[in-house]
């Protein structure tokens, strides 16, 4: 038995495509990404989910979580993976699956994160205060915005010259694409040892 993931996004979906490219690859052994869900209808992330065969659905406002719920709990999902979610889930939501939902996180948490640092506006934090190093972080989610205990970590260069959209991008080439499959197969993988196979 493979642990029954779901992807949530909002946006473009790059981290979800190096999730569904790492499955391809075999990176994958304990999990399987059965279904994509999006609070937004026009992301691009669902026409990936779509060419890779993985079924998909759309929670959005108003009722987003009661939606999420009946659909998660429609598909036996057993761990959710937060790619580019752009809503906070409450305390209530995250409460029902411990140590089942991670988030990746473009910043080496504890630095830049948190409510309101989220896109563009976390790079555009790290430059502001000068850091030399930022990166990106997979953590668990818990009821405080990027608090849950952190699961692995990537150290990123900044280079001289940087604006938040070249750093943005190299954030996700060298961290987050690497770092989120990774993390996925660790959690799928204590999920089914928990389960007792
Ligand atoms: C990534 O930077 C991720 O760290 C953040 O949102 C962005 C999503 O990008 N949480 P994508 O939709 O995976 O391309």
Redesign the pocket.
Known sequence: MKTRIAVL??????????LIDAQRRGELPDGEIVLVVSNNPN???LERAKSAGIETAVCARPDMERKLIDTLEAHSIEMMI?????AILSRDFVTRWPDRII????SLIPSFCGEGF??LR?HQAALDYGVKVTG?TVHYVNEIPDGGRIICQKAVDIQDGDTPEVL?RR??EQA?WLLLPRAAQIVAQRIRSESGE
Not at 9 to 18: D, F, K, P, R, Y
Not at 103 to 106: A, G
């Open positions: 996004v909002s946006g473009g979906g790059t981290n979800l495509q190096a992301a691009y992330a937060l790619a580019g979610f752009m988030n990746i996180h473009p989220y896109g976390v990106a943005q954030v996700m987050e």
